[in-house]
């Protein structure tokens, strides 16, 4: 699945913010965002985990999600 959709369905969200700048819509753990990051790495152009999460970390924050 997309990044989105994971991120989505770890936050508990049906969708996103509408306004991602201003607005947080919801939150993710560090756990949760290295979930993601594993499901996603063979998709990723990432080298390592660490590149992997702050890629997923970037689609988060793009929706209007934080990761804490």
């Known amino acids: 699945p997309p ?3 994971l991120i989505r369905e770890k936050a508990g969200l ?3 913010a509408n306004n991602p ?3 947080v819509a919801g939150s993710i753990t560090e ?3 290295e979930e ?3 499901i996603k790495m063979p998709d990723l152009n990432a080298y390592d985990m660490e ?3 702050l890629q997923v970390r970037g689609t988060a924050r793009s929706m209007g999600i934080e990761v804490v």
């Open 3 to 5: 990044t989105a959709v």
């Open 14 to 16: 049906a969708k996103a």
């Open 21 to 23: 700048g201003a607005e």
């Open 31 to 33: 756990a949760q965002l």
């Open 36 to 38: 993601i990051a594993t």
């Open 51 to 53: 590149a992997a999460k």
